[in-house]
Nanobody, 119 residues
């Protein structure tokens, strides 16, 4: 089992910044991909950004250039630096963890954090 503990969400003004953190603990397989998804009211949960164990990143088109995902493997933690936030970024943000290259893949979700961008 893997537990994901998220922090850093909250209320921010348009144009502002937030930094989300997600720390994994438990039976962690070192070869894993971690990322962030978000879900706005009435919309599907969508990928925001992800990063593999080797550091390969992927971003949604509408956040590329504004958000940066990174990870600290020693701390089993993934970060999402969100700059130039827009009201459209308002959503519940979920941390995600999946193993890589396992015959039986395992994935886990964080509890979700509200991010609200409003004046």
């Amino acid at each position: 089992q893997v537990q994901l503990v998220e922090s850093g969400g909250g209320l921010v003004q348009p144009g502002g910044s937030l930094r989300l953190s997600c720390a994994a603990s438990g039976s962690i397989f070192s070869i894993n991909t971690m990322g962030w998804y978000r879900q706005a009211p009435g919309k599907e949960r969508e990928l925001v950004a992800r990063i593999t164990s080797g550091g390969t990143t992927n971003y949604a088109g509408n956040v590329k250039g504004r958000f940066t995902i990174s990870r600290d493997n020693a701390k089993n933690t993934v970060y999402l630096q969100m700059n130039s936030l827009e009201p459209e970024d308002t959503a519940v943000y979920y941390c995600n963890y999946v193993t890589e290259g396992r015959s039986i893949a395992r994935g886990y979700w964080g509890q979700g954090m509200q991010v609200t961008v409003s004046s």
